[in-house]
């Protein structure tokens, strides 16, 4: 019975809260155990206590992550305490532990080498001590008195030592084999490449050398020359530039984390269309754009590039072809990075640049105390659609065109959000805003049928002429319990996430909050194309319809355009453009514009110039009109 209270009313159990803290505080990887599913173990712990509401900062998880890990991992926490996230750490010891593993493997075999050749040999060695004795011979050499070249120990030849191999030096007094450090980071490091012909991948252990940056889906472990392994988590390309103008680009390059010199790997190059030739001390690389890359050879034996890498704060971005990261973010409404960059790689779009701070207007517009987490269990049966419908209203101010509030109806199963502003709450108002959804519906999707409303028991949802459309209709009215917004809990969040959008991007357009409505519709229109965590990363869109959305024509809302006035509204000398502000979309591949003075103040245009960097003053919105903001602009 207290279990279905607590699924009903939300409510936490605080003794499951105290046996997460116990399982997390009792964490510990002994001697032997898989270091693997000890990530695993702590990562999913941290998880549910995320969802009991128990917050750990990165700096705590890092510090009981190390406290977890046993004596065989004393030596190793001056490594882990120089990693900057939890995440880093623990992929450093996933590499460190693969190495481990890797190492216990050689010597196990190294161990089975000498028992097989001691044992083929011991029958022999007995033939020959008597022959020898029968004959007077010289008696085997004392195996305690030889010393190894490996290790400098006793009792054992250097071809059968079991400790790591130290390596040859050549007459130069030099490495024979090249084994990089994170010592070795220089400037010149961090910026040159290395023309390597046994790498399979081009890799770079700097970040900022790389622009485009996409996560692997799964990490790939590397070896290095000493043997180690590091882990490749991301992938991206990387702009060489000579003289200060770029040459060539490498595509698909591995981000290493841990790696100091920069890789650049002839097979790779040879993949990609580039030619590699080498000529005595040097090597020459030619692009596929024709443009000729040398490299010489280096004291250390290592051909390197003629050109390097800049950093990515120092290179300008903001291009037709490849549009920053932060701008896309603005489009889509302020949506959360990661989101941002999945739907990109998704549709192939070009895009640079990383997010190395959060957005101070996101902290402004999203910044909440506590999350909302119902869930309805509900398994829809083919072909139907349950609609959960809300009001948000009052709002603190109508809108410039007369609205008070807003109606948010999410359609099951696409989770799409339809967004309706209304002048009034009333019964007739929300019908209409359900009937323009079915319609919506019964056009894009004809195959399914609306079976349920649900929604709270407001009296314009109850009876009135929405009750009497639901009863005709053969639909089945679903009311939540009074004072138990919980139960839809779905479009309460929506809601949230909707308007917490709207606010965001009035705030970083300067607009007044007399612009919610615009804002309101244009966050539910960007909401439906950006990738939703119930649907597997999957787009609303895209469950509707079947294929990924187009958003080439997404624009940061607020910002400043120019649209073309038609022939038949300016005379010879006009100016063909006319100044606004961008408010919306509209269908057709259509944009919103708002230009104070003129008609109702909006109009509907397709060719349009697109300002996205240029918004109102950032004055107080509330003091100040759009048409004398919209002055300065001019």
């Not at 599913?37 to 510090?63: A, C, F, N, P, W």
């Not at 007094?173 to 040159?192: I, N, P, Q």
């Not at 409303?453 to 002429?465: L, P, Q, R, V, W």
Request: hydrophobic residues 35%; proline residues 4%.
């Amino acid at each position: 019975m207290l279990r279905h209270l607590r699924l009903a009313y939300n409510v936490k159990c605080s003794a499951s809260v105290g046996t997460e803290k116990r399982e997390y505080m009792s964490l510990y990887l002994a001697d032997g155990d898989s270091m693997t599913e000890h990530i695993k173990t702590t990562k999913r712990v941290i998880g549910d206590l995320q969802e009991q509401r128990v917050l750990l900062s990165d700096e705590e998880k890092r510090q009981d992550f190390m406290q977890s890990l046993g004596p065989s991992w004393n030596g190793f926490v001056g490594v882990l305490e120089m990693c900057q996230t939890f995440e880093a750490m623990v992929t450093r010891c996933q590499a460190e532990a693969i190495r481990r593993d890797q190492q216990k493997n050689r010597r196990d075999q190294q161990k089975n080498r000498r028992s097989t050749n001691s044992g083929s040999k011991s029958n022999a060695a007995f033939s020959a001590e008597q022959a020898a004795g029968k004959k007077g011979g010289k008696k085997k050499h004392d195996i305690t008195k030889v010393k190894c070249y490996n290790c400098q120990e006793m009792g054992h030849f250097a071809r059968d030592c079991t400790k790591e191999r130290v390596l040859p030096k050549s007459k130069g007094g030099e490495a024979a084999s090249v084994v990089f450090s994170v010592d070795d980071a220089t400037e010149d490091c961090r910026r040159g490449w290395i023309v390597d012909s046994g790498a399979t991948s081009h890799m770079t252990g700097h970040v900022d050398n790389l622009t485009g940056l996409r996560e692997l889906k799964e990490p790939r472990v590397l070896t290095v020359a000493s043997g180690d392994s590091l882990v490749a988590t991301a992938v991206g390309q990387a702009p060489l530039y000579k003289h200060g103008k770029e040459v060539c680009v490498l595509q698909e390059v591995l981000f290493v984390n841990g790696l100091a010199r920069n890789l650049a790997s002839v097979g790779a190059a040879s993949r990609c269309g580039m030619t590699v030739e080498f000529k005595g001390v040097g090597c020459a690389i030619r692009a596929s754009n024709g443009v000729t890359i040398q490299a010489s050879r280096e004291l250390s034996h290592m051909y390197v590039l003629e050109a390097v890498s800049k950093p990515v704060e120092d290179v300008a971005m903001m291009t037709s072809e490849a549009t920053h990261v932060e701008t896309w973010h603005r489009r889509l409404g302020h949506l959360n990075v990661p989101s941002v960059q999945q739907l990109l790689g998704e549709l192939k779009l070009p895009w640079q640049g990383v997010v190395k701070q959060a957005c101070p207007t996101c902290v402004s517009g999203k910044l909440s105390q506590k999350p909302f987490a119902a869930k309805d269990k509900r398994v829809l049966k083919k072909n139907q659609i349950l609609l959960a419908i809300d009001y948000v209203g009052p709002m603190q101010v109508t809108s410039r065109d007369g609205f008070t509030g807003i109606t948010n109806i999410v359609v099951e199963p696409f989770h799409l959000d339809m967004v309706y502003p209304l002048r009034e709450k009333s019964s007739q108002a929300q019908l209409d805003a359900v009937k323009d959804c079915i319609a919506k519906m019964k056009a894009h999707a004809p195959t399914y049928r609306v079976a349920f409303i649900k929604s709270d028991n407001a009296a314009e949802y109850t009876g009135g002429a929405f009750a009497a459309y639901c009863e005709k209709n053969d639909i089945v009215q679903e009311f939540t319990t009074p004072y138990n917004p919980q139960q839809n809990g779905k479009v309460e969040r929506r809601n949230r996430v909707i308007v917490e959008m709207a606010r965001s991007m009035m705030i970083g357009a300067n607009l007044p909050t007399a612009c919610w409505a615009d804002a309101v519709v244009c966050a539910g229109y960007v909401r439906n194309r950006s990738p939703t965590k119930v649907l597997d990363g999957k787009t609303p869109m895209e469950a509707l319809f079947g294929k990924a959305p187009d958003i080439s024509n997404l624009r940061v809302f607020g910002c400043k355009v120019q649209m073309l006035v038609p022939k038949e509204h300016r005379k010879k000398l006009d100016s063909k453009t006319r100044n606004g502000i961008f408010i919306g979309y509209a269908t057709g591949g259509a944009y919103m514009v708002y230009i104070p003075r003129h008609g109702t103040g909006e109009t509907i245009a397709r060719s349009v110039v697109f300002y996205e960097d240029q918004f109102l003053p950032s004055e107080d919105p509330e003091e100040i009109t759009i048409s004398s903001q919209l002055d300065l602009l001019r």
